[in-house]
DNA sequence: GCTTGACTTAGAGTTACTCTAATCATATAT
DNA sequence: ATATATGATTAGAGTAACTCTAAGTCAAGC
């Protein structure tokens, strides 16, 4: 049994961000002890893993309490909670190419201003030159 | 020279984010027609494109306000911008682990579908058994 | 008995868009 | 020449998802 502090520092979201989840229930498992403390058991630490990463994947969160709400409603809606999924999956496999883009960018941009410092080319601060790299790459 | 639709189409941005970047002063070098209407040359294309990508990687709008400001001061600011870059593509390369992270529990939870769907398992519909399988490697 | 600390709530504030409405200039159709 | 359509402009309202603050409750330690 966790705490909201407690969990907090297991999944990496800040207690705000766990008390708006849990608030607009998304966590449906979610327990109380008798202070009215809120209180994670596995399964309601399950539930959260999940939510974080359909909302780390973009999903708003009104589209991922839908799902959480479809998730209760039991084996009729399978195949609706699948196609949920795939979707986001395709929707994470996007974004992985476009992080790998941004990771190229700032390794470009690390060796040019290294170059610069190290006198091998000139830094006239022209903002033209700010990302010539990429620019090739877009074309 | 482009306009912001053009720009738009060309880097995936809505014209609404784009005359709010420009309104900011993301973008120093924008020129205007005889009517006002932004008009965007490879400078201010390049500009716009690394916006995108600090932004992209996480950086708040006023981050990315003040390494632009930098980038005008010139020569000075060299060692600041580079410093600015290399915490970026730290910042970036924790978030590809992230997104991989999701891309695997994606991939987990379709496969768990197929599975149910295929009868190899129930569907009990037990939030507890909701993501088991990441259960397992987050412990 | 008092302080500390971890929790509670309602609600205000913030960021980064996102959209709307009203307006204006050019270009084409009648 | 006038009407309409297109494509921009602005100020400012609206929205999503946090993020923070203030005021309060409760149990444990000194």
């Given at each position: 049994?966790y705490?909201v502090?407690?969990?907090s ?20 498992s979610l ?18 893993i999940g ?6 994947s ?14 209760l409603?039991?084996?009729k ?10 979707q986001?999956?395709n ?6 190419t476009?992080?790998q883009?941004?990771?190229?960018y ?13 006198h091998?080319i ?13 620019k090739?790459?877009e074309?």
């Amino acid at each position: 049994m966790y705490s909201v502090k407690q969990i907090s520092k297991k999944l990496n979201l800040s207690e705000h961000t766990i008390r708006y989840y849990t608030d607009l229930g998304l966590v449906p498992s979610l327990i109380r002890d008798k202070n009215g403390h809120r209180l994670f058991d596995e399964q309601s630490v399950n539930w959260l893993i999940g939510i974080k990463n359909l909302r780390g994947s973009g999903m708003s969160i009104q589209a991922v309490k839908e799902y959480v709400d479809l998730c209760l409603q039991g084996e009729k809606t399978l195949e609706q909670r699948y196609r949920v999924i795939l979707q986001q999956k395709n929707i994470i496999e996007k974004q992985m190419t476009e992080v790998q883009a941004q990771y190229q960018y700032m390794t470009n941009k690390v060796k040019w201003y290294e170059d610069i410092m190290n006198h091998k080319i000139e830094d006239n601060s022209n903002p033209g030159n700010w990302n010539l790299e990429i620019k090739k790459e877009e074309k």
